[in-house]
């Protein structure tokens, strides 16, 4: 798998499950050593500099990572203090990000109490606490409601026209159409088609790949190579 996302941009990257994508997260954000090959980001190695790495990137994994017992601003200020933010710098990030996503009204209160759309929202938040110039997420709207996906896609959008650079896994080509500048679309563990939403899906489905229901990619059982 070769990968390359220009600075400032948002890449899309597709596939069914099992096909890879987390597995490309985990690598590029140094939760997870790769076998062979070699990963950068923004110039960083991701096994030399690690720390470097860590230090200036934000993840969103599949599932919201908050403490369901602290708070919103708790939470905020936690992760604040733990990328080494002076306390005033932490609490004032948190009360910053707690208002762009709209969790002000519910800033004290424990995230056990946040619908699913609100928490997805402050682990977002969290994973932008330390300013990243890259910012990974790995399905951000699964198992979420419609109108909490598009919100969450408004979200998405406003943070890449600020010069966030991207990385989006999904399911949904719905989803990368709407967000991405290009695609690239994976099937166990190997690119299968890239370029543009148009012809990321022309090249998909005559590798195979089909769509039967809208914005949701799937991969025929009879299919090999």
């Known amino acids: ?36 090959g070699r990963a950068e980001v923004m110039g960083l190695d991701v096994v030399r500099d690690a720390d470097d790495v860590r230090a200036s990137i934000g993840l969103t994994g599949q599932y919201a990572a908050v403490d369901e017992y602290l708070t919103g601003f708790e939470n905020l200020e936690m992760v604040g203090r733990l990328y080494h933010l002076p306390k005033a710098e932490a609490r004032a990030r948190a009360d910053e990000l707690l208002e762009r996503f709209d969790l002000v009204d519910a800033a004290h209160r424990p995230a056990k109490t946040y ?68 695609m690239v679309v994976i099937d166990r563990g190997r690119v299968i088609a890239r370029g543009t939403g148009t012809t990321s899906r022309r090249r998909s489905v005559a590798s195979g790949w089909s769509s039967p229901s809208p914005g949701r990619w799937t991969c025929p059982t009879s299919r090999s190579g």
Do not use: C, H
Request: glycine content about 10%; cysteine-free; aromatic content about 4%.
């Open 115 to 182: 619908s699913g759309g609100m928490r997805r929202r402050l682990d977002i938040a969290a994973s932008l606490i330390n300013r990243p110039r890259v910012l990974f997420l790995d399905e951000p709207t699964t198992g979420l409601d419609p109108r909490s996906r598009l919100a969450m896609w408004e979200f998405i959008a406003e943070l890449a026209d600020g010069g966030t650079t991207i990385l989006l896994t999904t399911q949904y080509l719905e989803e990368a159409d709407r967000l991405a500048d290009r």
């Open 1 to 36: 798998m070769d990968l390359t996302v220009t600075e400032g941009s948002v890449l899309g990257l597709l596939g069914p499950n099992g096909a890879g994508k987390t597995t490309v997260v985990r690598i590029l954000t140094t939760l997870l050593l790769a076998d062979e």
